[in-house]
């Protein structure tokens, strides 16, 4: 079967740095994204990875390993507004279907 | 430019009766999606149009759920009769071409259903 893993929850101060991880197993591979959705809004796009590697964009960034099956996206200089759920969803064997992990939940501290 | 437009933002429902949500996606997407989502989780696809023909309803219950998209612009989702499970926030999002693997999906505010 197809499957996304993130962790539910994270908790993080105002200022530091959190990695957000996501696993992933599906059939076919052409691409994965990042959202962030804030309570009762919808997602907005960050990043997407289809090649292995860093990609930086501010004070976001996100990484893939294709044959490990494993993204990461990194915040640095976290801000109370970055308190949200971050999505990471993968585009599988056809190009329209995106399989969407259910999102972590950060939480960011004072 | 405006972005993908949903109406209504709030609907409460009784059990048993019809509701109707309505998207109209950003100018010139081709393809436009709608997504189911419960709290905690991730949009789960019911169904994708491009331009006025649905190429993927597998995930749409056709018993009581029914979209169309007449004229390939906006569209409308139907639910009738509600179920208490059909409690969740209805999305509505477009892409410029689905086909395109780095197309990212633009998402419309969501409709959030709740069905007493």
């Known amino acids: 079967g197809q499957n996304i893993d993130q962790p539910t929850e994270m908790t993080a101060t105002e200022g530091a740095i959190v990695q957000i991880n996501c696993t992933y197993q599906?059939?076919?591979?052409?691409?994965l994204f990042w959202y962030q959705q804030h309570a009762g809004e919808a997602p907005t796009f960050l990043s997407y990875?289809?090649l292995d590697g860093l990609e930086e964009k501010g004070r976001f960034s996100s990484f893939l390993s294709r044959s490990k099956g494993y993204s990461y996206l990194l915040l640095k200089e976290l801000q109370m507004k970055d308190s949200a759920s971050y999505l990471c969803?993968?585009?599988?064997?056809?190009?329209?279907?995106?399989?969407w992990g259910a999102g972590t939940k950060l939480i960011i501290k004072p | 430019e405006a972005g993908v437009v949903q109406s209504p933002r709030y609907k409460i429902i009784e059990k048993k009766q019809p509701v109707a949500f309505w998207c109209n996606p950003i100018?010139?997407?081709?393809?436009l999606y709608w997504y189911l989502q419960n709290l905690g989780q991730g949009p789960e696809l019911l169904i994708r149009?491009?331009?006025?023909?649905?190429?993927?309803d597998s995930q749409l219950p056709k018993d009581r759920f029914s979209a169309e998209r007449l004229k390939g612009v906006d569209s409308t989702l139907k639910i009738q009769p509600a179920e208490l499970g059909d409690s969740a926030v209805y999305l509505c999002?477009?892409?410029?071409?689905?086909?395109?693997?780095?197309?990212?999906?633009?998402f419309g505010p969501g409709t959030r259903l709740t069905v007493l």
């Open positions: 149009y491009e331009n006025e023909e649905a190429v993927d």
């Open positions: 969803a993968v585009r599988g064997a056809s190009n329209y279907q995106l399989i």
């Open positions: 100018s010139g997407h081709n393809t």
């Open positions: 990875n289809v």
């Open positions: 999002a477009s892409s410029l071409d689905g086909g395109r693997a780095d197309n990212e999906q633009f």
């Open positions: 599906t059939s076919g591979f052409n691409g």
